[in-house]
């Protein structure tokens, strides 16, 4: 930890360097190798702001794509989007007892305004459960009023230590969603669904496979009756959690004193709930899919999903060349399509591409044109196919598709090749023993002490989700009668 963070420090405050196509290697140095990719692909940077990062265009274009995949199933599933203050005063923020002990440690203080000393001081949002409730306050009279479906796509600021690009920034942008609701068994069905549209985002957009569970009372949301979460694997083989839907129940609405009328016109606390996913997901799906060559992307959310390398020696071939692909480009409408005509060697370009994780390349020189064909070349493969110029619009939408499935099968193959059944101690301890990385399933029983002393014997497995509640025998660690089967991995 203290290694990485040093080095993490060393390249924030170094100058930058030239661009070098040299990454280092995923299976020697993953955390540097994280770092290259993300940099070196031109998703994202450092800033002369501490624990803030810059998003540059192509990592921009991936969060565009993932934010409107998502927006269109929350708004799909009846929520509508509105906006809330940055700033939350001081007040409004300590009045859920719970959540003020969660957050405050991370919490970054406006104290002035201009020359003026404010008389309160204001945080800048780490989430906006508090200034939600206050203004539903106003708003949430009668039962006519509910349920509340509301959604926000924001920046929050957590004042982190140590930062990582997507991972862990100070600042970061997300959504996080909030609803009210008269019953409860409405709130749990609502805390389900939207875990769920986090699931399908994951599992059919980005090609990430995901367990889906409950956090234990030490890993759930400061303030909630319960968390629960996706969690997905990373190629070094620790644990994302990638998403999470809180049930809040009448936690904050007693502390807001947000009521409503019933039908027999008694005031009632409404139920609550929360979810939230953030530009983290960008970093799990480079560490999900990407391997020594760069970035692979899901064909669903990448801003390129081909790129046209036209070769050609000398002006003549050069117009001939410039012609026929720009016919091509003209009859692939409905794919992200660009056409790299810079003045590098196509070597470099192709090395660019596969570092950027361009699903498919499609090479076109002065031979291919007379033969009437293409070169087709995919990221993840590397099988270079000849097809027919006529056939490419449908082919290369059919690869696109393969490709999409190709890498969640993949991604499957990689987590099951670190999952493992533990049935006892031994067989836990043996399962991240030197360095060894797991995502180990068994049966647990509950107990928060018992939790904490497998996180310290194995160097920080923590029990990423709650499965379901049907355990039989002895939990994995301590032998008392087990209750939850449950996942453990070390985490990001
Ligand atoms: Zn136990």
């Known amino acids: 930890m203290t290694a990485d963070k040093t080095r993490l420090d060393e390249q ?8 070098v196509e040299h990454i280092a290697r995923k299976s020697v140095d993953f955390a540097q190798w994280y770092t290259d990719v993300v940099r070196k692909a031109e998703l994202a940077d450092y800033t002369p702001v501490r624990g803030c990062m810059v998003i540059r265009p192509y990592g921009w274009a991936l969060w565009e794509n993932i934010r409107d995949a998502l927006d269109g199933m929350i708004k799909a599933t009846g929520h509508s989007n509105m906006y809330f203050p940055l700033l939350i005063p001081e007040s409004l923020l300590m009045k859920e007892a719970e959540h ?22 204001l945080a800048i949002r780490p989430t906006s459960e508090t200034i939600i409730g206050t203004l539903y306050k106003k708003w949430i009279r ?5 349920p509340v479906l509301i959604n926000q796509w924001a920046n929050v600021m957590r004042w982190e230590m140590r930062t990582r690009l997507f991972l862990r920034t100070a600042e970061f942008l997300w959504q996080e969603g909030h609803t009210f609701h008269a019953t409860d068994a409405e709130t749990v069905a609502e805390v389900d669904k939207m875990l769920d549209c986090y699931r399908a985002l994951h599992e059919d957009w980005l090609a990430i496979p995901v367990i889906k569970g409950r956090k234990t009372e030490a890993e759930k949301f400061a303030g909630a009756e319960y968390t629960v979460s996706i969690e997905a694997l990373m190629s070094d083989g620790k644990a ?38 953030s530009t983290r997901v960008i970093g799990g799906l480079i560490m999900c899919h990407g391997d020594e060559s760069g970035l692979i992307m899901p064909p669903r959310v990448a801003p390129i999903q081909v790129v046209i390398v036209p070769i050609y020696r ?22 992200r399509v660009h056409v790299d005509d810079r003045d590098e060697k196509p070597g470099f370009k192709y090395n660019d591409w596969e570092l950027r994780g361009v699903p498919l390349r499609v090479e076109l020189g002065p031979r291919d044109i007379e033969a009437g064909q293409a070169v087709v070349v995919d990221r993840l493969e590397r099988v270079k196919v000849a097809v027919p110029v006529d056939e490419l619009p449908r082919r290369l939408g059919r690869m696109l598709d393969d490709f999409q499935v190709k890498l969640f099968d993949r991604a499957v193959r990689m987590r099951d090749s670190f999952t493992v ?23 647990w029983c509950g107990e928060p002490s018992c939790e904490a002393e497998i996180k310290e014997a194995t160097h920080g497995a923590t029990i990423r989700v709650i499965v379901d509640d049907a355990a039989r025998g002895a939990c994995s660690w301590c032998g008392r009668p087990a209750r939850h089967n449950v996942y453990w991995a070390r985490a990001y």
């Open 12 to 19: 924030q405050e170094a100058p930058q360097p030239e661009y």
């Open 100 to 121: 003020v002990e969660g957050f405050s440690p991370e919490v970054a203080w406006v104290t002035q305004g201009g020359n003026q000393k404010l008389e309160e001081r």
């Open 142 to 146: 009668s039962h006519r009023d509910l």
């Open 240 to 277: 994302l959690q990638s998403g999470t839907s809180h049930h809040l129940g009448q936690n904050f609405t007693r502390a807001y004193d947000i009521t409503y009328a019933d039908r027999e016109n008694q005031r009632r606390y409404p139920y609550g709930t929360s979810w939230g996913l």
């Open 314 to 335: 000398g002006d003549d071939q050069r117009a001939v060349v410039e012609r026929a692909v720009a016919e091509l480009k003209a009859r692939l409408d409905g794919m």
């Open 421 to 443: 059944e533990v049935a006892g101690r031994e067989e836990l301890l043996a399962a991240y023993a030197g360095g060894r990385q797991a995502l180990a399933r068994g049966p």
